[in-house]
């Protein structure tokens, strides 16, 4: 997968670094080139072209149909549509076909100046030439659940991740170069079936109501913009109000919230929790200079569409075949990658 990268343009540095990376910035023109070689295969691309229900004939599933109507026939369907396609999960609930709750986590995202985590990490006054932007890897245990630091972005921005106009949620990206002056990362706490309990009439889209929930308290929170309610870390873990905030990369802005008073007891204790034992670990790490945003609660689906294992097929639906992240089999560009390429081949092998 690496290699299909580099042919479409990602560094090739990516072939020989222990962790890889393309850049945010340069993923648009990657996409742009692998567009190009799957029309020049004979493939087809739709834009502005949602799917709103699945075609079937004798339980068969033998193309999709369109919100304009339209019937797009085909001799099986690879639905891979990110986890966030919320949509999707309820057509599938509506046509009766099986899901799965699955873990998940929620929690916030923190940032912290660059330099302040190169310091931390390369524990000097400076970061040494030629040595990159500082990452960290940060977990604890609390209360039986894990705290852990994902998605970790040095010398990169926050940015807004909401898919509906009254939410906010938060994400994070690098550039190539991770040359910008911030360090952020998702601190999160794993989601347990109790934390649902207020949703379960949703059946197994529990998850993604608790998720909704969350989203919409820190859009009103933040003023109900794309704004994005933000606290300093140490007030944070002390639970007081910050009269104000350092600067920070997310472009909407924040604004001062007490972000207890949007997170369930469970979630923002273990995190208070979290953020005291990641300052054993790394010592200066839990510092007002600091910001906590939220709300991070895309780290993954809440939802698995289930498959056959032989056949990649849904169970109930031959002809369908969950993919990827959406369908809760992956967890980031490289594993979503292989699960296509698989589930391709296995559809090709199914069709003859």
């Given at each position: 997968?690496?290699?299909?990268?580099?042919?479409?343009?990602?560094?090739?540095?990516?072939?020989?670094?222990?962790?890889?990376?393309?850049?945010?910035?340069?993923?648009?023109?990657?996409?742009?080139?692998?567009?190009?070689?799957?029309?020049?295969?004979?493939?087809?691309?739709?834009?502005?072209?949602?799917?709103?229900?699945?075609?079937?004939?004798?339980?068969?599933?033998?193309?999709?149909?369109?919100?304009?109507?339209?019937?797009?026939?085909?001799?099986?369907?690879?639905?891979?549509?990110?986890?966030?396609?919320?949509?999707?999960?309820?057509?599938?609930?509506?046509?009766?076909?099986?899901?799965?709750?699955?873990?998940?986590?929620?929690?916030?995202?923190?940032?912290?100046?660059?330099?302040?985590?190169?310091?931390?990490?390369?524990?000097?006054?400076?970061?040494p030439h030629g040595l990159p932007a500082a990452s960290y890897t940060l977990v604890h245990q609390v209360d039986?659940?894990?705290?852990?630091?994902?998605?970790?972005?040095?010398?990169?921005?926050?940015?807004?991740?909401?898919?509906?106009?009254?939410?906010?949620?938060?994400?994070?990206?690098?550039?190539?170069?991770?040359?910008?002056?911030?360090?952020?990362?998702?601190?999160?706490?794993?989601?347990?079936?109790?934390?649902?309990?207020?949703?379960?009439?949703?059946?197994?889209?529990?998850?993604?109501?608790?998720?909704?929930?969350?989203?919409?308290?820190?859009?009103?929170?933040g003023g109900a913009r794309l704004v994005a309610p933000a606290q300093r870390l140490v007030d944070f873990v002390?639970?007081?109000?910050?009269?104000?905030?350092?600067?920070?990369?997310?472009?909407?802005?924040?604004?001062?919230?007490?972000?207890?008073?949007?997170?369930?007891?469970?979630?923002?204790?273990?995190?208070?929790?979290?953020?005291?034992?990641?300052?054993?670990?790394?010592?200066?790490?839990?510092?007002?200079?600091?910001?906590?945003?939220?709300?991070?609660?895309?780290?993954?689906?809440?939802?698995?569409?289930?498959?056959?294992?032989?056949?990649?097929?849904?169970?109930?639906?031959?002809?369908?075949?969950?993919?990827?992240?959406?369908?809760?089999?992956?967890g980031g560009i490289m594993s979503a990658a292989i699960d296509g390429q698989r589930t391709a081949a296995m559809?090709?092998?199914?069709?003859?």
């Amino acid at each position: 997968m690496l290699d299909v990268l580099v042919r479409h343009g990602a560094p090739p540095d990516i072939l020989i670094d222990a962790h890889p990376h393309v850049g945010t910035n340069r993923l648009p023109q990657v996409v742009q080139a692998l567009r190009a070689t799957i029309t020049d295969c004979g493939g087809e691309v739709h834009f502005a072209t949602r799917v709103t229900d699945l075609a079937l004939a004798s339980g068969v599933v033998t193309g999709v149909v369109t919100a304009a109507g339209e019937h797009v026939a085909g001799r099986g369907v690879i639905l891979a549509t990110g986890h966030s396609a919320r949509d999707v999960f309820t057509l599938l609930q509506r046509r009766g076909l099986a899901l799965e709750a699955k873990p998940f986590a929620v929690g916030v995202r923190v940032e912290h100046p660059q330099a302040l985590v190169d310091q931390l990490r390369y524990r000097c006054t400076s970061r040494p030439h030629g040595l990159p932007a500082a990452s960290y890897t940060l977990v604890h245990q609390v209360d039986g659940r894990g705290v852990f630091s994902f998605c970790m972005c040095p010398g990169g921005v926050i940015c807004p991740a909401a898919t509906a106009g009254d939410e906010v949620v938060v994400n994070g990206w690098s550039p190539s170069s991770r040359g910008l002056g911030f360090a952020n990362a998702g601190i999160v706490v794993e989601v347990r079936p109790d934390d649902l309990a207020p949703y379960r009439t949703e059946g197994m889209l529990a998850g993604i109501a608790f998720q909704r929930a969350l989203e919409h308290a820190a859009f009103v929170a933040g003023g109900a913009r794309l704004v994005a309610p933000a606290q300093r870390l140490v007030d944070f873990v002390e639970d007081r109000a910050s009269s104000d905030l350092p600067r920070c990369s997310y472009r909407p802005g924040i604004r001062p919230v007490n972000l207890h008073e949007l997170l369930p007891p469970a979630i923002g204790e273990r995190l208070r929790a979290g953020f005291r034992a990641f300052e054993r670990t790394m010592r200066g790490y839990l510092t007002n200079e600091a910001v906590v945003v939220g709300v991070e609660t895309r780290t993954s689906s809440p939802v698995r569409i289930p498959r056959d294992p032989t056949t990649r097929m849904h169970p109930q639906a031959p002809g369908l075949f969950p993919c990827g992240e959406g369908a809760g089999y992956a967890g980031g560009i490289m594993s979503a990658a292989i699960d296509g390429q698989r589930t391709a081949a296995m559809l090709a092998d199914a069709v003859g």
